[in-house]
């Protein structure tokens, strides 16, 4: 039986808010692309056929070794169980609400942007940006794949190749010249399982 301290439990947290996830705006879908829809269902399934039965099982075995209130296998597997039961809900919220928008599907009118589209730009200091317009749980701005209610994202919205749209930002305002929008597989990275154990 392992003990844990204070400052350990205290290192664990019991947070069980969701501060660090981007809400949707009320009353919108949950607009995703394939591979994204794709990352979230892997990890809904992996964590209902995987990561919670390991996790029930090492809580029931820890449960079984005697006095719960110093059993640290007990104490933080019931913690990661809250957590995954939270994600499993968040996971099945953002699911329930989302429409898969398929960017590689023909339109009609390919130089006009919306989700989906992957827009290159030149600001007002002349640099060029290209950006992809994602869902709320595909952003990596590294790869310059950026939300869909992002300020940059509803600029461009409905603006088409060659039109000058204006960014408001808190840092001031900012002219951007559509130059390229295509429609294109945007590739997601797949989901990859992380335990804390």
């Known amino acids: 039986m392992s003990k844990v301290s204070t400052e350990e439990l205290s290192l664990i947290g019991d947070n069980d ?23 979230l269902m892997d990890e809904f399934y992996w964590l209902m056929n995987t990561e919670r039965p390991e996790i029930t099982a090492s809580v029931a075995w820890a449960a079984g070794n005697g006095d719960r209130s110093e059993n640290g296998d007990y104490i933080y597997g019931k913690k990661r169980l809250r957590e995954i039961d939270r994600r499993i809900r968040f996971l099945t919220k953002r699911l329930d609400t989302a429409e898969i928008i398929d960017p590689t ?41 950026i939300s869909w209610i992002s300020p ?16 408001k930002t808190p840092g001031g305002i900012n002219e951007l010249s559509i130059t ?15 335990s804390l154990r």
């Open 17 to 39: 808010d969701d501060a660090d996830i981007v809400p949707l705006p009320f009353g919108s879908k949950n607009y995703i692309t394939p591979g994204g829809h794709a990352r």
């Open 180 to 194: 390229v929008v295509k429609y294109q597989n945007i590739p997601i990275e797949l989901f990859k399982p992380v």
């Open 152 to 167: 940059v994202a509803r600029a461009l919205m409905t603006a088409q190749q060659g039109d000058m749209v204006t960014l």
């Open 105 to 145: 599907i023909p339109r009609e009118d390919k130089t006009r942007i919306f989700f989906g589209a992957t827009v290159t730009f030149i600001n007002q200091s002349s640099i060029e940006k290209t950006v992809s317009i994602v869902g709320i749980d595909e952003i990596e701005p590294s790869k310059g794949y």
